[in-house]
Protein backbone atom coordinates (compact mmCIF):
# COMPACT_ATOMS: atom_id res chain seq x y z
CA UNK A 1 0.00 0.00 0.00
CA UNK A 2 1.31 3.55 -1.23
CA UNK A 3 1.82 6.01 1.91
CA UNK A 4 1.99 9.63 1.71
CA UNK A 5 4.66 11.48 1.22
CA UNK A 6 6.15 11.85 5.35
CA UNK A 7 5.94 16.19 5.79
CA UNK A 8 9.84 16.20 5.81
CA UNK A 9 9.81 14.96 2.55
CA UNK A 10 7.45 17.73 1.15
CA UNK A 11 8.87 20.36 2.66
CA UNK A 12 12.13 18.89 0.83
CA UNK A 13 10.53 19.06 -2.37
CA UNK A 14 9.13 22.66 -2.20
CA UNK A 15 12.63 23.90 -0.61
CA UNK A 16 14.43 22.51 -3.99
CA UNK A 17 11.33 24.14 -6.28
CA UNK A 18 11.88 27.54 -4.20
CA UNK A 19 15.48 26.94 -4.55
CA UNK A 20 15.26 26.49 -8.57
CA UNK A 21 13.07 29.61 -8.96
CA UNK A 22 15.67 31.60 -6.58
CA UNK A 23 18.76 30.07 -9.00
CA UNK A 24 17.10 31.65 -11.93
CA UNK A 25 16.73 35.23 -10.11
CA UNK A 26 19.79 35.08 -9.07
CA UNK A 27 21.34 34.28 -12.29
CA UNK A 28 19.09 36.98 -13.91
CA UNK A 29 20.56 39.72 -11.30
CA UNK A 30 24.07 38.49 -11.85
CA UNK A 31 23.53 39.17 -15.33
CA UNK A 32 22.12 42.18 -15.54
CA UNK A 33 24.51 43.45 -13.36
CA UNK A 34 27.39 42.10 -15.32
CA UNK A 35 26.02 42.34 -18.96
CA UNK A 36 24.35 45.66 -17.61
CA UNK A 37 27.81 47.47 -16.55
CA UNK A 38 29.69 45.70 -19.25
CA UNK A 39 26.67 48.10 -21.53
CA UNK A 40 27.19 50.77 -19.98
CA UNK A 41 31.39 50.71 -21.14
CA UNK A 42 30.15 49.77 -24.38
CA UNK A 43 28.11 52.68 -24.55
CA UNK A 44 30.80 55.45 -23.07
CA UNK A 45 33.31 54.09 -25.82
CA UNK A 46 30.82 54.61 -28.28
CA UNK A 47 29.90 58.00 -27.30
CA UNK A 48 33.68 58.93 -27.06
CA UNK A 49 33.97 57.48 -30.38
CA UNK A 50 30.77 59.37 -31.64
CA UNK A 51 31.93 62.54 -29.94
CA UNK A 52 35.44 62.16 -32.13
CA UNK A 53 34.16 61.35 -35.33
CA UNK A 54 31.14 64.54 -35.25
CA UNK A 55 33.96 67.03 -34.25
CA UNK A 56 35.99 65.08 -37.22
CA UNK A 57 33.03 65.46 -39.85
CA UNK A 58 32.71 68.75 -38.68
CA UNK A 59 36.58 69.96 -39.15
CA UNK A 60 36.29 68.51 -42.64
CA UNK A 61 33.08 70.28 -43.31
CA UNK A 62 34.63 73.34 -42.69
CA UNK A 63 38.37 72.70 -44.33
CA UNK A 64 36.52 71.76 -47.30
CA UNK A 65 33.51 74.37 -47.44
CA UNK A 66 36.74 76.86 -48.00
CA UNK A 67 37.42 75.70 -51.54
CA UNK A 68 34.95 73.53 -52.95
CA UNK A 69 31.50 74.36 -50.70
CA UNK A 70 30.08 71.44 -52.61
CA UNK A 71 31.81 68.53 -51.74
CA UNK A 72 32.02 69.76 -47.86
CA UNK A 73 28.73 67.65 -46.76
CA UNK A 74 30.91 64.28 -48.89
CA UNK A 75 34.20 65.25 -46.30
CA UNK A 76 31.72 65.49 -43.67
CA UNK A 77 30.45 61.79 -44.30
CA UNK A 78 34.01 60.31 -45.01
CA UNK A 79 35.67 61.79 -42.06
CA UNK A 80 33.24 61.15 -39.44
CA UNK A 81 32.63 57.29 -40.61
CA UNK A 82 37.11 56.93 -41.05
CA UNK A 83 37.27 58.29 -37.29
CA UNK A 84 34.20 55.20 -35.90
CA UNK A 85 36.55 52.81 -38.55
CA UNK A 86 39.86 53.79 -36.98
CA UNK A 87 38.74 53.47 -33.27
CA UNK A 88 36.82 49.84 -34.08
CA UNK A 89 33.31 51.02 -35.29
CA UNK A 90 32.92 49.92 -39.15
CA UNK A 91 29.60 50.11 -40.65
CA UNK A 92 27.96 47.14 -41.54
CA UNK A 93 30.06 45.18 -39.75
CA UNK A 94 29.47 43.08 -36.28
CA UNK A 95 25.81 44.67 -35.95
CA UNK A 96 27.38 48.70 -36.20
CA UNK A 97 25.21 50.90 -37.71
CA UNK A 98 26.62 54.59 -38.74
CA UNK A 99 24.67 57.74 -39.58
CA UNK A 100 25.79 61.04 -40.29
CA UNK A 101 23.63 63.78 -41.09
CA UNK A 102 24.39 67.41 -42.18
CA UNK A 103 21.67 69.89 -40.76
CA UNK A 104 21.72 73.67 -39.59
CA UNK A 105 21.64 75.47 -35.96
CA UNK A 106 21.74 79.23 -35.19
CA UNK A 107 23.00 79.71 -38.53
CA UNK A 108 25.72 76.83 -38.51
CA UNK A 109 26.21 73.85 -39.99
CA UNK A 110 25.80 71.09 -38.06
CA UNK A 111 27.34 67.12 -38.17
CA UNK A 112 25.47 64.66 -36.55
CA UNK A 113 26.55 61.14 -35.89
CA UNK A 114 24.20 58.26 -34.67
CA UNK A 115 26.42 55.18 -33.79
CA UNK A 116 24.60 51.70 -32.96
CA UNK A 117 25.91 48.50 -32.00
CA UNK A 118 24.36 45.28 -30.10
CA UNK A 119 25.87 44.81 -26.90
CA UNK A 120 26.89 40.27 -26.79
CA UNK A 121 25.10 39.37 -23.18
CA UNK A 122 26.82 36.86 -20.95
CA UNK A 123 24.38 35.65 -18.36
CA UNK A 124 21.43 37.70 -19.24
CA UNK A 125 21.36 35.36 -22.46
CA UNK A 126 20.00 32.64 -20.08
CA UNK A 127 16.91 34.84 -19.55
CA UNK A 128 16.55 35.25 -23.12
CA UNK A 129 18.39 38.44 -24.15
CA UNK A 130 21.34 37.28 -26.34
CA UNK A 131 21.78 41.13 -27.02
CA UNK A 132 20.17 44.36 -26.92
CA UNK A 133 20.84 47.59 -29.19
CA UNK A 134 23.52 50.44 -27.96
CA UNK A 135 23.10 53.47 -29.41
CA UNK A 136 24.59 57.20 -28.89
CA UNK A 137 24.62 60.37 -30.80
CA UNK A 138 26.78 63.55 -31.15
CA UNK A 139 26.62 66.51 -32.96
CA UNK A 140 29.72 69.09 -33.52
CA UNK A 141 28.61 72.62 -35.36
CA UNK A 142 30.97 74.45 -37.24
CA UNK A 143 30.41 77.81 -39.17
CA UNK A 144 31.35 81.87 -38.46
CA UNK A 145 31.02 82.93 -35.28
CA UNK A 146 28.33 85.73 -34.89
CA UNK A 147 29.33 86.67 -31.42
CA UNK A 148 32.26 87.95 -29.15
CA UNK A 149 33.12 87.98 -25.74
CA UNK A 150 36.74 89.95 -24.97
CA UNK A 151 35.93 91.82 -28.11
CA UNK A 152 38.46 94.89 -28.47
CA UNK A 153 36.75 98.12 -29.04
CA UNK A 154 38.35 98.56 -32.63
CA UNK A 155 36.20 98.65 -35.48
CA UNK A 156 37.51 97.63 -39.68
CA UNK A 157 35.69 97.99 -43.04
CA UNK A 158 35.07 95.09 -44.65
CA UNK A 159 37.12 95.44 -47.16
CA UNK A 160 40.14 95.80 -45.05
CA UNK A 161 39.97 91.93 -44.01
CA UNK A 162 42.65 89.98 -46.59
CA UNK A 163 44.07 86.74 -46.56
CA UNK A 164 47.67 88.49 -46.32
CA UNK A 165 50.06 88.13 -43.49
CA UNK A 166 51.67 90.87 -44.48
CA UNK A 167 51.64 93.95 -42.19
CA UNK A 168 49.39 96.57 -43.22
CA UNK A 169 48.80 100.33 -41.59
CA UNK A 170 45.54 101.77 -40.69
CA UNK A 171 44.56 104.97 -39.66
CA UNK A 172 41.36 106.85 -38.49
CA UNK A 173 38.65 108.18 -40.79
CA UNK A 174 38.46 111.59 -41.47
CA UNK A 175 37.22 114.50 -39.07
CA UNK A 176 33.56 115.47 -38.48
CA UNK A 177 30.58 113.13 -39.32
CA UNK A 178 32.81 110.55 -41.08
CA UNK A 179 33.34 108.38 -38.17
CA UNK A 180 32.40 104.95 -39.78
CA UNK A 181 35.90 103.93 -41.44
CA UNK A 182 35.08 103.52 -45.43
CA UNK A 183 38.34 102.30 -46.92
CA UNK A 184 40.55 99.44 -46.64
CA UNK A 185 43.04 101.49 -44.63
CA UNK A 186 40.97 103.22 -41.93
CA UNK A 187 39.67 101.78 -38.71
CA UNK A 188 37.80 103.62 -35.89
CA UNK A 189 36.53 103.22 -32.29
CA UNK A 190 33.79 101.47 -30.21
CA UNK A 191 31.90 101.19 -27.32
CA UNK A 192 29.77 98.36 -28.37
CA UNK A 193 27.10 100.79 -26.80
CA UNK A 194 23.48 100.55 -28.24
CA UNK A 195 21.04 103.54 -28.06
CA UNK A 196 17.51 101.81 -28.95
CA UNK A 197 18.35 101.43 -32.65
CA UNK A 198 19.99 105.02 -32.82
CA UNK A 199 23.59 105.81 -33.64
CA UNK A 200 25.86 105.46 -30.70
CA UNK A 201 28.44 107.83 -29.49
CA UNK A 202 31.33 106.93 -26.94
CA UNK A 203 33.91 108.99 -25.14
CA UNK A 204 37.89 107.96 -25.30
CA UNK A 205 37.48 106.90 -21.03
CA UNK A 206 34.93 103.88 -22.07
CA UNK A 207 37.58 102.73 -24.86
CA UNK A 208 40.23 103.17 -22.62
CA UNK A 209 38.61 101.43 -20.06
CA UNK A 210 37.88 98.45 -22.59
CA UNK A 211 41.31 98.25 -24.15
CA UNK A 212 43.27 97.82 -20.43
CA UNK A 213 40.52 95.38 -19.32
CA UNK A 214 41.28 93.19 -22.99
CA UNK A 215 37.80 93.92 -24.29
CA UNK A 216 34.80 93.59 -23.26
CA UNK A 217 33.14 91.71 -20.35
CA UNK A 218 29.93 90.87 -22.00
CA UNK A 219 28.82 89.04 -25.08
CA UNK A 220 27.91 91.33 -28.13
CA UNK A 221 26.78 89.42 -31.38
CA UNK A 222 26.27 90.65 -34.84
CA UNK A 223 22.32 91.87 -34.85
CA UNK A 224 23.39 94.53 -31.98
CA UNK A 225 23.22 98.20 -33.51
CA UNK A 226 26.56 99.54 -32.43
CA UNK A 227 28.00 103.14 -33.16
CA UNK A 228 31.58 104.05 -33.52
CA UNK A 229 33.74 106.90 -31.73
CA UNK A 230 34.13 109.94 -33.84
CA UNK A 231 37.35 110.28 -35.11
CA UNK A 232 40.14 112.69 -33.08
CA UNK A 233 40.88 110.33 -30.43
CA UNK A 234 42.89 111.03 -27.24
CA UNK A 235 46.58 110.25 -27.96
CA UNK A 236 46.30 107.52 -24.42
CA UNK A 237 44.37 105.24 -26.78
CA UNK A 238 46.99 104.56 -28.65
CA UNK A 239 49.85 104.23 -26.24
CA UNK A 240 47.44 102.01 -23.93
CA UNK A 241 46.60 99.80 -27.31
CA UNK A 242 50.44 99.50 -27.82
CA UNK A 243 50.27 97.38 -24.79
CA UNK A 244 48.67 94.77 -26.57
CA UNK A 245 51.15 94.61 -29.59
CA UNK A 246 52.25 90.95 -30.53
CA UNK A 247 48.38 89.35 -29.54
CA UNK A 248 45.56 88.74 -31.74
CA UNK A 249 42.49 90.70 -30.86
CA UNK A 250 38.99 89.74 -31.67
CA UNK A 251 37.73 93.03 -33.41
CA UNK A 252 34.53 93.78 -35.10
CA UNK A 253 34.37 94.16 -39.23
CA UNK A 254 31.76 96.83 -40.43
CA UNK A 255 29.87 97.70 -43.64
CA UNK A 256 30.12 101.29 -45.19
CA UNK A 257 27.36 102.13 -42.73
CA UNK A 258 29.03 101.01 -39.81
CA UNK A 259 26.58 97.90 -39.31
CA UNK A 260 28.14 95.19 -37.95
CA UNK A 261 28.54 92.37 -40.22
CA UNK A 262 31.31 89.74 -38.64
CA UNK A 263 34.48 89.13 -36.65
CA UNK A 264 37.85 88.94 -37.48
CA UNK A 265 41.28 88.37 -35.70
CA UNK A 266 43.50 91.06 -35.73
CA UNK A 267 47.45 90.89 -35.01
CA UNK A 268 48.78 93.74 -33.59
CA UNK A 269 52.14 95.16 -34.52
CA UNK A 270 52.18 98.47 -33.41
CA UNK A 271 49.86 101.62 -32.07
CA UNK A 272 51.28 105.24 -32.58
CA UNK A 273 49.74 108.12 -31.25
CA UNK A 274 51.89 110.81 -31.93
CA UNK A 275 51.68 113.34 -34.63
CA UNK A 276 50.29 110.54 -36.69
CA UNK A 277 47.82 108.14 -35.33
CA UNK A 278 47.74 104.96 -36.90
CA UNK A 279 47.91 100.82 -35.67
CA UNK A 280 49.58 98.53 -37.36
CA UNK A 281 48.90 94.48 -38.27
CA UNK A 282 47.33 92.03 -40.03
CA UNK A 283 44.60 89.44 -39.90
CA UNK A 284 44.97 85.84 -38.86
CA UNK A 285 42.51 83.03 -39.68
CA UNK A 286 42.02 80.80 -36.57
CA UNK A 287 39.33 78.57 -35.90
CA UNK A 288 38.00 78.06 -31.63
CA UNK A 289 39.43 81.08 -30.67
CA UNK A 290 38.17 81.36 -26.85
CA UNK A 291 36.93 84.80 -27.67
CA UNK A 292 34.51 83.97 -30.92
CA UNK A 293 31.58 81.88 -30.29
CA UNK A 294 27.93 81.28 -32.22
CA UNK A 295 24.47 82.13 -30.17
CA UNK A 296 21.34 81.45 -30.54
CA UNK A 297 19.70 84.48 -32.65
CA UNK A 298 22.83 86.14 -32.47
CA UNK A 299 22.75 86.96 -36.23
CA UNK A 300 24.65 85.68 -39.14
CA UNK A 301 28.56 84.98 -39.72
CA UNK A 302 30.49 85.14 -42.55
CA UNK A 303 33.50 82.83 -43.14
CA UNK A 304 35.04 85.39 -45.86
CA UNK A 305 36.78 86.90 -42.84
CA UNK A 306 38.65 83.78 -41.81
CA UNK A 307 37.12 83.01 -38.46
CA UNK A 308 35.66 79.64 -37.89
CA UNK A 309 33.85 78.14 -34.66
CA UNK A 310 33.89 73.99 -34.15
CA UNK A 311 32.63 72.59 -31.15
CA UNK A 312 30.23 69.78 -30.13
CA UNK A 313 26.96 70.88 -29.00
CA UNK A 314 25.66 67.79 -27.10
Same mark, same amino acid.
Given at each position: ???????? #? #??????????????????????????????????????????????????????????????????????????????????????????????????????????????????????????????????????????????????????????????????????????????????????? *??????? *??????????????????????????????????????????????????????????????????????????????????????????????????????????????? #????
Amino acid at each position: MNRPPSPE #R #RERGQVLVVFALALVVIVAMVGLVLDGGSTYAQRRDMQNVADAAAMAGAYAYTNTYVTSPGTAPNAAFVAAESIATANGYTNGVNGVTISVTIGSLNGATTVQVDLGKPHQNSFAGVMGMSSWGVATTATAETGAPNSATGAMPVIFNQNSVTNSTSNQTFGEPGTGTEDVPQTPTTFNWTVY *CTANGNP *CNGDSNTVDNLINGSGTNTTVNLKELIGPLNAGSHTTLFSDLAAHVGQDLAVAIVNNDGAMVGWAMFHLTGSVGGSTKQISGYFVSPTNNSALSITNNGGNGTSQFGTYTV #RLVN
